[in-house]
């Protein structure tokens, strides 16, 4: 009988949560489990694949593995990993017999070894400094793998010795004599990203010293911040190294001249691929025959966002070729498919991220999904498996088969549901993209989505959202940062135009922003707002606010000075204030120096024409900052002189500072905080 009414009662309450919908929050947010890239078995019978989850009283996320088998029908996810320290990075065995990972649960970040027939997880390295990534040879009989290291020490023991003597030093002080100083969110303490190579032997451990592949250059592999084992690869037959690496010197800091370099995996003599480009190279990934080396390659030097795109060398004859050039979009990843001939790339594409074929030998290029956002893939014999998010939906894994049918991925079977019994019962705003006539004339394109609880003929206050990068897009994705169904659940209609600079219509629109920061993209999100007003008859144009970060913080503060009138009020995270204080403050300092056409030594004035900081006196909207004091790229003082500045002129506005993070608001407590502090400001100027 008590069985009987629990069951009752839960059904009853599950019904009634379907029955009324709700909002989604961003307590919903922050506690999605995430799903990462998955990787194919060789034989493309399994997936692994990670999960985030969030542990709210520990304020922080744990990662661990899960596997998929792609032959039943409807199987189950199964978890391979149950550690309180996460697990990550996951490589199959060549047999498919195993997968090695990630771990520091024995208390340094190490390589383990999960074999799938039974027993527990067996640590492959046990060395005295933290493993950053790693890669497994084709035989598995190899490791490359990164580790943070004193370049002058002769081996692992001299590099944690030294930190260790560091740590016992009582004064703070640290003495530089070039740049980076600081990068992302990190001071430099004399330490490189160094690839190495080690040996597993019969017993299935590395015991030997790992022999190191890339010290001899002055320069990190995989590169800081952001690098990955995507920046490094072995050949087919295991016996090379290809990496990226980008030498520091006295230049690093104004540098974007990364190259490709080969060096044998037991150890020996680097060889540099493409001195000839003073541009990026990076992403070199043998072809699985051995005959072609691909990798990704830019035009300009120092400019972070010209396009990549894909190059192919004959690994006999060195000859270089050109694949797919006349395709204006950039290359974000790439994988090659078992039979050498094509290679799988994903890229923006008009507010879509999606996932194309390239033919090798003609440069014929076809795409293979339709909207959303396609986060991570992979492939195996005629299988393909990615992660895929949109606006209503963070990633879910498919799976399609590669030639079944010129839609294969548009029917792709959909192999994750998470999150599913979570958000039961919240309703996602609905989205629209749209389009129309911006700067010089050209096509502008935009989204627009809707309160969950929208209803016909009502008008809702508008939250205007301003992208960052600048060459970036608000398209449709899903973001744990800004994403548009957090307003949307508070009860606002959300606005958020590609202007020009953003990525995904060709490269001449991208290239269009710098240089003219506050002139093309100001004048995109005027006429994209009067357009989308004008459309869509629910926005209520007098109630809005416009909300940006990075570029889109300083664009709120050009938007302050230039089009005073325009809203109620602004939220500004981590903006740029006072370009002459970005020029000589910022750490990556090629950005500021292309974006502003040289150094603000030389060319002051180009530096001056767009800065926020001139047009203070036209200042009058209330506005929100918010500041993260480990932000390196757009220091503290840019987000104190904005609030600054308000609090001179009288404008209405409060400072949110975060003194634990950086560019990004990542801790959950702190994501919670901001979301409720940003939408309080909002509701005080559209609802209260």
Same mark, same amino acid.
């Given at each position: ?233 072995? !050949? /087919? &037959? *295991? +016996? #090379?190294?290809?990496?990226? %690496? ?5 230049? $690093? @800091? ?32 043998? !072809? /699985? &025959? *051995? +005959? #072609?080396?691909?990798?990704? %390659? ?5 400019? $972070? @966002? ?50 194309? @074929? ?50 294969? @991925? ?279």
């Amino acid at each position: 009988m008590r069985l009987s009414l629990l069951l009752l009662g839960t059904a009853v309450a599950a019904s009634s949560a379907i029955a009324a919908p709700r909002g989604f929050t961003v307590e919903d947010m922050v506690k999605m489990e995430r799903a990462g890239s998955p990787v194919l078995s060789p034989d493309a019978s399994r997936i692994v694949y990670t999960v985030r989850s969030t542990n709210m009283d520990k304020n922080r996320g744990n990662t661990q593995l899960w596997m998929l088998d792609l032959r039943a029908p409807k199987a189950a996810p199964v978890r391979l990993t149950q550690a309180d320290a996460s697990s990550s990075d996951p490589e199959w065995s060549p047999a498919g017999d195993a997968v090695y990972f990630l771990s520091a649960r024995s208390g340094s970040q190490q390589v383990w070894r999960l074999p799938l027939a039974g027993g527990e997880a067996a640590r492959v390295t046990d060395l005295p400094l933290d493993v950053e990534n790693f890669r497994l040879s084709p035989q598995g009989d190899r490791l490359a793998l990164s580790l943070a290291v004193f370049r002058d020490c002769a081996d692992l023991a001299c590099s944690k010795a030294r930190l260790d003597a560091q740590g016992k030093v009582k004064a703070s002080g640290k003495v530089y004599d070039k740049l980076f100083v600081r990068h992302w969110d990190t001071w430099a303490d004399g330490r490189n990203n160094v690839l190495y190579s080690a040996t597993i032997d019969a017993s299935g451990k590395v015991s030997a010293q790992p022999v190191s592949l890339s010290g001899t250059l002055d320069g990190d592999v995989p590169s800081k911040p952001f690098g990955d084992h995507d920046e490094y690869h072995f !050949s /087919p &037959d *295991g +016996k #090379t190294v290809v990496f990226s %690496a980008r030498i520091a010197g006295k230049t $690093e @800091a104004w540098s974007t001249n990364f190259d490709v370099y080969t060096v044998p995996a037991e150890g020996g003599a680097v060889k540099n691929l493409t001195a000839d480009n003073q541009a990026w190279d990076t992403k070199a990934i043998y !072809s /699985p &025959d *051995g +005959k #072609t080396l691909a990798y990704l %390659a830019m035009d300009k030097p120092t400019f $972070e @966002a010209d396009r990549f795109h894909l190059v192919l060398m004959d690994v006999a004859t060195g000859k270089k070729r050109t694949v797919a050039d006349h395709w204006d979009r950039s290359i974000a990843d790439y994988r090659w498919t078992p039979d050498s001939k094509t290679l799988l790339a994903s890229a923006d594409d008009i507010g879509q991220h999606r996932l194309f @074929a390239i033919d090798a030998a003609s440069g014929k290029v076809a795409p293979l999904t339709g909207n959303g956002y396609v986060s991570g893939f992979d492939v195996a014999r005629d299988t393909v498996v990615m992660a895929q998010a949109n606006l209503a939906s963070g990633a879910q894994l498919f799976k399609f088969k590669l030639g079944a049918s010129a839609n294969a @991925a548009d029917k792709a079977q959909q192999l994750t549901t998470l999150n599913a019994q979570a958000l039961a019962d919240v309703k996602f705003g609905e989205y629209e993209q749209f389009s129309f006539t911006g700067a010089n004339g050209e096509t502008v394109y935009g989204h627009v989505m809707k309160p969950w609880n929208a209803q016909p003929g009502v008008k809702y206050p508008i939250a205007f959202l301003v992208h960052g990068g600048p060459q970036g897009s608000f398209g449709n994705s899903w973001s744990y940062r800004w994403n548009p169904q957090v307003y949307a659940g508070a009860g606002y209609a959300t606005v958020f135009i590609d202007f020009h600079g953003s990525t995904g219509y060709g490269q001449k629109f991208t290239d269009s922003i710098s240089g003219d920061w506050g002139g093309k993209p100001l004048e995109d999100l005027q006429k994209g707002l009067a357009a989308a007003v004008q459309k869509f008859p629910w926005l209520d144009r007098e109630r809005s606010c416009a909300l940006g970060a990075s570029y889109g913080g300083y664009m709120m503060n050009w938007i302050e000075g230039s089009w005073p009138d325009g809203f109620k009020c602004i939220v500004n995270h981590d903006g740029v204030f006072d370009t002459r204080g970005m020029a000589y403050a910022t750490e990556e300092i090629w950005f500021t120096e292309w974006e502003n056409g040289g150094a603000y030594y030389d060319v002051p004035e180009l530096h001056e024409k767009f800065n926020p900081a001139l047009k203070v006196k036209n200042w009058k909207t209330p506005m929100l900052v918010v500041q993260g004091d480990l932000d390196f790229r757009i220091p503290t003082t840019q987000g104190l002189g904005t609030f600054t500045a308000l609090q001179r002129r009288g404008i209405p506005s409060k400072l949110l500072m975060f003194p634990d993070e950086n560019h990004w608001v990542l801790k959950p407590a702190n994501s919670v905080l901001w979301h409720h502090t940003v939408i309080d400001w909002l509701d005080t100027y559209l609802k209260k």
